[in-house]
């Protein structure tokens, strides 16, 4: 047993020993302290991302609406169609079933001034600018605060129009050209533009038309043939 002893005033007295380095201190775990934060915040990050994304994705699924339209041909059938109205995005797209079950999609790209055609019958997308009538149509459905889900049009009460548009067969779009929309539509197909005219003429004929029609009781017939090269 070792012993140590101090002097003091009153004479020797026994003292604690120490080997003359510095007082004992008590270890902090500084790593793993630096972990668990790191943990922590890197937690609380990825829960802040999904909370935001979830909000987005809300928020955009809350900005589509969905219009159905049912009218009758000119033989009488009626015919369903469904109009996806994007306010967020400006855009509409019509879903036009005829009643054969065979299904052409519509994209009118308000932002963008395009309206383009992908008809089920033609391995072709078809684009043109929008005019001031096309403006017209489809401004009910966008600047609408709210939207029926039901339209139900009338033969006597509809008014229909039509339009030809002539296909320019060597005029091919580039599809990186155009946006998300129309690309995502067209991705697998070749793009033509198409030009408005009075007619197709005795010379040429139709190929295929689509119908589309507006809750403000307004059905186009749009109309397509092929411009000589």
């Keep these: 047993m070792v012993r140590c002893w101090a002097h003091s005033e009153s004479g020797l007295e026994e003292a604690a020993c120490t080997d003359g380095g510095p007082p004992a201190s008590p270890h902090f775990p500084h ?4 972990l668990s934060l790191s943990a922590s915040l890197l937690i609380i990050i990825i ?8 909000r987005l994705s809300q928020t955009y699924s809350q900005s589509l609406q969905t219009v159905r339209i049912t009218v009758p041909d000119h033989t009488g059938l009626l015919v369903n169609q469904s109009a996806v109205v994007d306010q967020q995005n400006n855009l509409v797209t019509f ?3 005829t009643p054969t079950n065979q299904t052409s999609t519509v994209v009118f790209d308000v932002k963008h ?3 383009c055609y992908k008809p089920v019958s033609e391995e072709s997308c078809f684009l043109r600018t929008m005019e001031t009538s096309d403006y017209k149509n489809v401004q009910s459905l966008l600047h609408a605060s709210t939207l029926e889900g039901q339209f139900q049009l ?3 009460d509809t008014q229909r129009q039509t339009e030809f548009l002539g296909v320019l067969a060597a005029s091919l779009v580039d599809l990186s050209t155009l946006e ?4 995502a539509l067209c991705q697998d197909r070749s793009i033509h ?3 408005r005219a009075e007619g197709p003429g005795k010379q040429r004929l139709v190929y295929f038309c689509i119908d589309i029609c507006f809750p403000s009781n307004i059905c186009v017939s749009v109309c397509f043939y092929y411009l000589p090269e």
Excluded: D, M, Y
Excluded at 31 to 34: L, R
Excluded at 180 to 183: F, M
């Design 31 to 34: 790593k793993a302290f630096w």
């Design 180 to 183: 998300e929309p129309l690309q």
């Design 154 to 156: 009338t033969g006597n």
């Design 95 to 97: 879903s036009v079933t």
């Design 193 to 195: 533009w198409t030009r």
């Design 47 to 54: 829960a802040l991302g999904l909370t935001g994304h979830l």
């Design 113 to 115: 001034g395009l309206i």
